[in-house]
């Protein structure tokens, strides 16, 4: 994912205020949001576990909390 | 000598006043130069309680007929948030070491405790417990028209509309201190005064938001899905802390608080501690009766009184395409615009550095020498999203996901 985030403030919903309060436009830059880049890899593997399953096939409490 | 404020310590106010009567429980903030802050919740906003009290009914239908499946529906939910804080009641004492200073090596010499120990405090701020119990509702009503136009392609069209009433208090205790132009301007207006509605703003009627999208299944090209959106959302204002909103005013808050610092030199000009000390606390008085003074150390906030709720535009565009070997590939873009944000700015911020003293700097030092924590919906915020994925989409088999960088964005 790439991606870019620019505000006038990130936390002044409550706590902070716009550093000038004349110029809003002065307040415009990089969010706390922004995350230019991120790299991701996920995977799902099925255990060989419970019925039909390399281990415990016949345990039915493995069947039903791992297969 | 800390606690979190939740009752352990039993209640000492070290000096008489310096806790708001409605603190039940612990001490006050005490903060020495190179020490962590003791005392009941340094932050000093505990006990805090809050309820949200929501109650929601929504209805939604939907009615197909021949290639169109319309759906529509709405919503009311009563808002009903309850808050009690601490907040500025529990007051604090600040050592600095400024009293035990060598005069002719200041910057290096000092001790915080030793202040303590001789009992001359370089601050001192009281304040009040902040309590309230705000209504609001919020309506709103879509309809929209899922239109399969042909056998590929599928269009979406829809309409949605809010409004969300502001908030008001059940005991009037609000107050607003008015920024916008016109003849309220710099006007501090308690809730129940006529020249405003009871919760000293108007709510935002032009909550309209447009929906469009669309999905195309590309011809002659197997597997291959574009779709495409544009939409319009808005936001509610509970996101503001209970500090931050029209509550927090005097005289239903920090009525009678004071906040002094010493001169940093002077021992006359430390506040010292006695057993005779007294912080008086004034009886309280009606929003009606309050007399906003230049002097006046509490703070005030102020919110737009034709208050525009935040609204964002998204837009989206994806291109989903299945590959061989059970891959699938695909990209999303989605943009977001926001406007109208609310943001906390200071009302009343000094102007630029030009000798004069702070005070003298504030743009309504003759109205007030706070600096006026304005509630603007001017905030702005622009995001865009450029997300590639490649996964495997057989089913109960390893399966893995990819996101990677495959183009460039410029700000």
């Known amino acids: ?67 | 000598m800390a606690d979190v404020g939740a009752g352990i310590m039993p209640r000492d106010e070290i000096i008489t006043g310096l806790l708001d009567p409605k603190i039940t429980a612990g001490m006050p903030g005490v903060s020495v130069q190179n020490f962590g802050g003791i005392g009941s919740e340094a932050a000093g906003n505990s006990p805090l309680s809050k309820t949200a009290g929501v109650f929601d009914v929504a209805e939604n239908m939907i009615w197909t007929h021949s290639k169109h499946m319309v759906s529509f529906g709405g919503e009311i939910m009563w808002i009903r948030p309850n808050t009690q804080a601490a907040s500025g009641g529990r007051g604090s004492l600040g050592f600095t070491g400024a009293f035990t200073e060598l005069p002719n090596n200041r910057s290096a010499t000092g001790e915080g405790l030793a202040d303590m120990l001789l009992g001359v405090a370089n601050s001192v701020s009281t304040g009040s417990v902040i309590h309230s119990e705000e209504r609001g509702r919020y309506y709103a009503g879509y309809v929209n028209d899922q239109w399969t136009s042909m056998q590929n392609l599928t269009l979406n069209f829809g309409l949605r509309y809010e409004y969300l009433t502001p908030f008001r208090d059940t005991q009037n205790r609000m107050a607003n201190f008015v920024m916008d132009p016109g003849p309220l301007y710099l006007q501090f207006v308690p809730a129940g005064d006529s020249r405003l509605p009871r919760a000293l703003m108007y709510g935002d009627k032009t909550n309209y938001s447009p929906r469009v999208g669309m999905a195309y299944k590309v011809p002659h090209v197997q597997d291959l899905t574009i779709r495409s959106s544009f939409g319009i959302f808005f936001a509610q204002d509970q996101g503001s802390g209970v500090t931050s909103r029209l509550s927090s005013n005097p005289p239903f808050y920090n009525y009678g608080a004071i906040s002094e610092s010493s001169d940093q030199l002077n021992v006359s000009t430390g506040f010292t501690l006695s057993s005779s000390t007294v912080i008086p606390r004034p009886t309280p008085v009606s929003g009606s009766a309050f007399v906003l003074v230049p002097t006046f150390a509490g703070g005030l906030t102020s919110w737009p009184t034709h208050y525009k709720n935040g609204r964002v535009q998204q837009w989206s565009l994806s291109v989903q395409k299945k590959l061989p070997w059970d891959m699938l590939f695909e990209t999303n873009y989605v943009g977001n615009h926001g406007v109208h944000l609310l943001a906390r700015e200071q009302g009343n911020q000094p102007t630029v550095l030009n000798g004069a003293t702070v005070q003298s700097r504030r743009p309504l030092a003759a109205v007030t020498q706070s600096p006026s924590t304005a509630l603007a919906s001017g905030m702005r915020l622009s995001t865009r999203v450029f997300r590639p994925n490649l996964k495997n989409v057989l089913p109960r088999e390893f399966l893995f996901e990819i996101q990677s960088p495959m183009g460039m964005l410029s700000t």
Request: contains cysteine; negative net charge; charged residues 20%.
């Open chain 1, 1 to 67: 994912m790439i991606g870019d985030a620019l505000d006038t403030c990130d936390t002044c919903g409550n706590g902070d205020t716009m550093q000038n309060t004349y110029n809003h436009a002065a307040n415009w830059g990089t969010s706390e949001l922004d995350v230019r880049f991120r790299y991701t890899l996920d995977g799902v593997i099925e255990v060989p576990v419970g019925r039909g399953k390399l281990f415990l096939a016949n345990q039915k409490m493995a069947s039903v909390v791992l297969g």
